[in-house]
């Protein structure tokens, strides 16, 4: 085994390890629409903060694939926790887009957590040696707990026009709403961020497009370094674990509660002889594999696609937001099989199945993990038109 594997098989063996305790403390992120502080630290502990950052820095620099697989685990651990997780490690390979400057000020520790408010809200004026931002940005995931937060914002020239942006900004000097009153993912404390007339300097500050395109400037981690990834790709990918992580805890909830239940009002004693849970179990696994098999095909693609300095095609990017849309569909299909025969006593809030089932569709109405957005994006390009978006 090489050092990485080791890293690598370290890392998941220690999430693994703390599934159980993370489930446990679901109720907890709930009452306090925040995940508890003690998933912060096992999360910490088991290294998951370094995965995305570069291996200059003190980082792990774990592969797409084998953060998705860390990321998966921890989604059936505790789904809020999980949505959080994927926000602060997809939004800390995004740092690694900046300039060399930008990254040693974010990566001096080797461990971050970044948080993220990607609809382009508030403004960017130039003023001597950078930057002031202002504005608003609604639904920032794990805001509460980030390091950093990156956000996108329009930046203001004289005589020229809007130009879409991400700033970087420390968390310190933002302020955040407790206004996160949801019925899923109540523990993603995913409040509205506040800016108000600070400071950003100029080489914290990155094009969207470039961002998009992997084309900034004045880093040293630009080509053939297998990091290099399609950032839409990589976001949609990342995210799609957190869906099958919560669908795969969903079936082992589920199957843990069969033993020793009837079905109320007939005369099964025992659920698992029934023929209609036997086949709805059978959907619901079916239909995970189906999803972990869509998103093994894409992985491939995209570090194939690193590993050789280059971006996804326009096609090939296409693809991959309509497979991932399809694999959130297949999972949401999953859990929603299980829930019509899990009984009313599963909707106690002692039963972890209802929360995981909940936080699923929920995240499944997140504006860029719609499935049919991502269907219709795909689909338009199979048809031999234009993606009609540049979100790919």
């Known amino acids: 085994m090489t050092t990485y594997e080791s890293e690598v098989a370290s890392v998941l063996d220690a999430v693994k390890d703390i599934v159980p305790r993370l489930r446990e403390n679901g109720p907890e992120g709930e009452d306090r629409r925040w995940i508890p502080d003690e998933n912060i630290d096992l999360l910490e502990k088991a290294g998951v903060f370094r995965i995305a950052v570069p291996r200059r820095f003190g980082g792990l620099d774990f592969s797409l ?25 997809s939004s800390a390979w995004m740092a690694s887009l900046y300039p060399d400057r930008t990254q040693e000020e974010v990566f ?32 920032n995931t794990g805001c509460r707990g980030a390091d950093w937060d990156l956000l996108a914002t329009h930046l203001e020239r004289p005589g020229a026009e809007p130009e879409e942006v991400f700033a970087l900004v420390p968390m310190s000097e933002l302020t ?28 914290r500050v990155a094009s969207s497009e470039e961002a998009v395109l992997g084309t900034t400037g004045d880093r040293s981690n630009t080509g053939a370094t297998g990091r290099n990834y399609g950032l839409i790709s990589y976001v949609m990918a990342e995210s799609v674990a957190a869906y099958i992580g919560m669908a795969k805890a969903a079936l082992e909830l589920f199957i843990e509660r069969l033993p020793g239940r009837g079905i109320a009002y007939t005369n099964w004693t025992d659920q ?20 972990e098999a869509l998103s093994a095909g894409y992985l491939k693609l995209l570090q194939e696609r690193a590993d050789a300095g280059e971006q996804p095609t326009w096609d090939e990017k296409a693809t991959v937001r309509g497979q991932c849309g399809f694999a959130i569909q297949l999972v949401k299909e999953a859990v929603e099989a299980l829930h019509t025969v899990s009984g009313a006593s599963a909707l106690s809030r002692s039963a972890h199945f209802q929360r995981f089932y909940r936080d699923l569709l929920g995240l499944s109405l997140h504006g860029m993990m719609a499935p049919n957005a991502n269907f219709e994006v795909h689909g338009r390009v199979l048809l031999g038109l234009d993606p009609d978006t540049y979100l790919l």
């Open 108 to 139: 001096s520790g080797g461990s971050v957590k970044i948080s993220g408010g990607f609809t382009a809200n508030g403004t960017l004026v130039p003023t001597e040696g950078g930057y002031l931002l202002n504005g608003t940005w609604r639904f």
């Open 272 to 291: 698992s002889q029934h023929p209609l849970t036997q086949i709805q179990v059978s959907i619901a696994a079916n239909k995970i594999a189906a999803a």
């Open 176 to 203: 955040y709403a407790d206004d996160w009153h949801v019925s899923a993912a109540a523990g993603t404390g995913s409040s509205t961020t506040t800016a108000k007339d600070v400071f950003v300097p100029a080489h």
């Open 65 to 89: 694939e084998d953060q998705v697989k860390v990321l998966t685990e921890i989604a059936r651990g505790d789904g809020s926790t999980g949505w959080v997780a994927v926000a602060w490690v």
